[in-house]
C-alpha cells in the first residue's frame, strides 16, 4: 500500500508511518531537495521488511543514506 502526495507521487505508506514517529529523521528527509527525496523513496521501496524499513528510517536520522 503506498500513500499518495499531491504531487502526485506515491510513498509506500510503511515509509511514511517510520518516518513520523522518527522526528530526526523527518526532519532530514524534509530538508532534502525534490531529487533527494525521490530517491531516498525509491530506496524505501526496495526495503522487503518491517526491520529492513526501520533500518532504513534510522539511517536517515544518522545521515546515513546516499
Do not use: I, K, W
Amino acid at each position: 500500500m503506498e500513500y499518495q502526495r499531491e504531487d502526485g507521487n506515491e510513498m509506500p505508506l510503511g515509509f511514511c508511518m517510520l518516518l513520523a514517529r522518527d522526528p530526526r529523521a523527518m526532519e532530514a528527509f524534509t530538508a532534502m531537495d525534490r531529487q533527494q527525496r525521490s530517491a531516498v523513496v525509491e530506496q524505501s521501496r526496495a526495503m522487503h521488511s518491517r526491520e529492513d524499513m526501520e533500518r532504513f528510517v534510522q539511517s536517515l536520522s544518522s545521515g546515513n543514506v546516499f
